[in-house]
């Protein structure tokens, strides 16, 4: 393996209902996240067979749920719940979960707030 191989997934946006403030898990907002998917993709590259490598809708579908699902206080909770669902969910190495929270309630200018994790297969949380 090369172990240089990524899908990257940007800009995935939803709304939902995460935040420390009441007002945010009622009100809801944008969130957007990034990510990348570590594996090796040798064998897509040679097969042209979607089986062969990480089927992206499906990636999708799983970071959907995740962020619709439940209420959580924290963004760096929510990227945990992502990162921890596709390392179970799917043949990759390591993951890099971005969540991005651009309407968070700050009184200030700015253009957005995110956190940033890095978890590998059978690392801990």
Known sequence: MSGRDVIHLRGLEFYAYHGALQEEQVLGQKFIIDMDLFADLSR???????????????VYQAVKICVNEDKYQLIEHLAERIAQTILKQFVCTSVRVEVHKPQAPIAGI?????VEIWRETGGKP
Do not use: C, L
Request: hydrophobic fraction near 30%; glycine fraction near 10%.
């Open 44 to 58: 897509a590259g040679i097969s042209d067979q979607v089986e062969d490598t990480i089927h992206y809708g499906e």
């Open 110 to 114: 700015f253009r957005d707030i995110s």
